[in-house]
């Protein structure tokens, strides 16, 4: 019995120091995925006359988000794997938590995808630590890249948004290319033209403008025979994603800035005495003519209320429109008609853009199949297919822009092609590039919700700098 | 034969073994990055020790945030065991109608509490939302639930209301159908009063049981993240930042790992000492119970 006893007690203690061991162990076992850069030795591996049937019999992984585009890649993938006979396995997240699995995939350390989407902004958070291929010795080896692919077909700042030398407040368009332009969005207004012409209405040219007519819609378009409708959605919700499409579109217009550089330390300027005046007037239109329950607005809400007659009109990205302008795609379709917005002060079209890109796992064991679908991707045949054939509309290239089906295709949204012109040049991202875009920018989210019920802007915002300054300085 | 015999007692003891194996080495992990300056930004971090403590309680967001959980899980806690003892005494009347609607009763726990939170979230919405619906003709509507501080974390705590009152009420309604006929029966035949019996009688001897609802739901509410996240984002500014969505935040959609970590441990110390409170608490009013019957 004692023997027993003596072994239990051995048996336990054994058990218990084994249960221990791997925690102890953990001490010396380094911190997940971080550490390593990802580099372009792999792209110089690639020797001998470009072929698209190098990596045949190969499977890629790829990481998507949910969106029209993605509908357009999934349907024409077929091509790719009859091109190089590289098969692609994919799994698609909405977009409530693509970036949460991508963020986490990553930071893990392991390879689960080779290729993923991401934004401009995600490369400033993913790049620092290592987790992003650089693809710049990829397109430069033309052993790698086919002739055609063309790099200088797409528009210049689109390449440029995806290059970045990976130093807090460092210009984009330096440095590493981690992440190709594939579909993008600029921001612009879209309006109905039912209630527009009805109330003898014309689109805002100044931010003044926008604000009142914001209001006179509200005032008038319910008793115009508008059930419900009021003057313009905006996005709201408590992230970073209600700052970048209107909000920092008319903020940049008006020559604001997120950050300035001081001594190679980031300063926070959103509480300069300009910024905090613009934004008392965006909180003040909001409450004014914006959407009733404005805090939990997202692009989804915006788009639908476009689309259901119940906003006149929209200060998002063109696509949120588009997608409810299209015929039979809403109430509202056929009635929907695209503005440029109104222009800053000294008359300037300076644009936020969000770009869908695609990048590569710097620890990817598929490199050369993965650079392989990311020209494909990325390439004229596809994205003319995809823009033709599917929704993937605000061409990423030139040639696709000029092509003359695409515009036919186009022709008969009012607006929209004149509004893309007039606004490409000078769509690129406003941002200031920082490893805590993020933090800050759901922070400001924050702080504009707060200036919106009714707390003082100067103060609000000049805590938001407060808080900011030494996390990204 | 002798072997097998022998060999049980071990194998037993393996599930809990490995059980906690699961649970205290993702803790201990956990614990011991809290002491690293562990982000993306830096993946190859130093020692700090207890510096990220240190900074969390020195911000001020992180006040806001303990104290918008306590007063959310208080709320919560405290509204659902008042309604759904309430609920519990209205159904313990057995009636064909109190039978249908012991069923309807818990459907609100069959759904999962972010469906709810969405659920509720298209339901508040002014002028769309069947909430608005309802209320115009009361001349109540256009009201702007989840926009404002107060109205976001009132609405908050009205979903989890929504969705766990039917736990409460479950376990009061077993509760009351345990207790034993004999003290009623007296009280019955001395003439005591309805009220008077309930307090006399009723609560005293239910108390055990809602003492156990009081404690999950109070436990469960400290760690809310679905339905405010679902809701309101910790929205309007940081009105409904409660500790959780603070740490997941931090963690993930900043990737402040060790920081982000910091904020779940102390939220464990605080379930901790208050489960121990609790629990010591329901100890002395079973006690209590027992010797009322």
């Given amino acids: 019995m004692d023997r027993h006893v003596h072994d239990r007690r051995r048996f336990l203690a054994l058990t218990g120091a084994l249960t221990a061991s791997p925690l102890l162990s953990a001490c010396g076992a380094g911190f997940g995925g971080g550490g390593e850069q990802g580099g372009g030795p792999a792209a110089d591996d690639v020797t001998g006359p470009f072929d698209w049937k190098r990596e045949k019999g190969t499977t890629v992984r790829a990481l998507l988000n949910k969106h029209p585009y993605t509908d357009a890649l999934i349907a024409d993938l077929k091509s790719f794997t009859d091109r190089t006979g590289i098969e692609v396995r994919y799994d698609v997240f909405p977009e409530d938590s693509y970036f949460d699995k991508l963020t986490v995939d990553l930071s893990s350390g392991r390879a689960s995808y080779d290729v993923f989407m991401l934004g401009a902004y995600m490369v400033w958070q993913y790049g620092p630590p290592g987790w992003l291929e650089d693809l710049g010795p990829w397109m430069r080896n033309s052993s790698a890249t086919a002739a055609e692919w063309d790099h200088a077909d797409f528009f210049p700042n689109l390449l440029q948004a995806g290059r970045w030398s990976l130093r807090a407040g460092a210009p984009l368009g330096r440095g590493g290319q981690y992440a190709l332009p594939w579909g993008w969005e600029t921001n612009v207004v879209a309006y109905n033209t039912e209630v527009f012409d009805r109330l003898g209405l014309r689109p805002a040219e100044t931010f003044e403008e926008l604000r009142e007519l914001a209001g006179v819609i509200e005032e008038k378009a319910p008793r115009a025979g508008f059930d419900g409708m009021y003057g313009i959605a905006v996005r709201g919700s408590r992230s970073w994603a209600t700052i970048h499409p209107g909000f920092m579109t008319m903020y940049a217009r008006n020559g604001l800035r997120d950050f300035t550089v001081d001594g190679g330390r980031l300063v926070p300027a959103m509480n300069s005495p300009a910024a905090v005046a613009f934004t008392e007037d965006w909180a003040r239109m909001v409450r004014r003519g914006g959407p009733p329950s404005w805090t939990s607005y997202t692009w989804y809400q915006c788009s639908s209320d476009l689309g259901a007659k119940k906003a006149g009109m929209l200060f998002d990205a063109d696509t949120a429109a588009y997608f409810q302008a299209v015929k039979g795609a809403s109430p509202a379709s056929g009635r929907i008609a695209f503005h440029p917005g109104p222009k800053g002060p000294d008359g300037s079209l300076a644009t936020n853009m969000w770009i869908w890109s695609l990048g590569m796992n710097a620890r990817s064991r598929r490199k050369g199949a993965g650079w392989l679908f990311l020209q494909w991707a990325t390439g004229k045949e596809h994205l003319r297919r995809a823009a033709l054939d599917g929704d993937h509309i605000d061409p990423v290239r030139t040639s696709v822009g000029r092509d003359g089906a695409y515009r036919d295709k186009m022709r008969h949204l009012p607006g929209f092609l004149e509004t893309f012109e007039a606004v490409a040049g000078q769509t690129k991202v406003q941002f200031t590039p920082q490893a805590q875009f993020f933090d800050a920018t759901t922070s400001w989210a924050a702080a504009l919700q707060e200036i919106y019920g009714g707390k003082d802007a100067r103060s609000v915002l000049d805590g938001l700098a407060d808080d900011l300054a030494p996390k990204v300085g | ?293």
């Fill in chain 2, 1 to 293: 034969m002798e072997v097998r015999r022998a060999a049980r007692p071990y194998l037993l003891v393996v599930p809990a073994l490995l059980l906690t194996c699961g649970i205290l080495y993702p803790f201990g992990l956990g614990l011991y990055y809290t002491l690293f300056d562990f982000s993306a930004a830096k993946p190859q971090p130093d020692m700090v020790r207890l510096h990220n403590y240190g900074t969390l309680l020195t911000e001020d967001a992180f006040w806001n945030s303990a104290w918008v959980t306590v007063l959310y899980a208080v709320g919560a806690a405290a509204v659902e065991t008042v309604l759904g003892v309430a609920v519990a005494l209205l159904l313990h009347r057995s009636s064909p109608l109190g039978r249908v609607l012991e069923k309807v009763l818990i459907l609100p726990l069959m759904i999962a509490p972010v469906i709810a939170a969405i659920m509720w979230k298209l339901m508040l919405q002014p002028s769309v939302g069947v909430v608005d619906h309802l209320l115009a003709p009361l001349g109540l509507g256009g009201v702007q639930w989840t926009d404002t501080p107060a109205g976001a974390l009132l609405s908050s705590v009205a979903v989890d209301v929504w969705v766990y009152t039917p736990f409460v009420a479950v376990l009061a309604l077993a509760g009351l159908r345990s207790l034993p006929a004999s003290p009623f029966e007296a009280a019955a035949v001395d003439g005591a009063g309805r009220w008077y019996t309930f307090r006399r009688l009723t609560l005293p001897m239910l108390w055990p049981y809602v003492m156990v609802g009081v404690i999950f739901r109070f436990m469960d509410s400290l760690k809310v993240f679905d339905i405010i996240y679902a809701l309101t984002e910790g929205g309007p500014g940081d009105s409904t930042m409660v500790l959780q969505i603070r740490a997941y935040l931090e963690a993930i959609r900043f990737q402040r790992y060790s920081f982000g970590i910091s904020y779940t441990i102390v939220l464990w110390a605080v379930v901790y000492l208050a489960a121990t409170v609790l629990v010591r608490r329901l100890g002395r009013v079973q006690r209590k119970a027992a010797e009322a019957t």
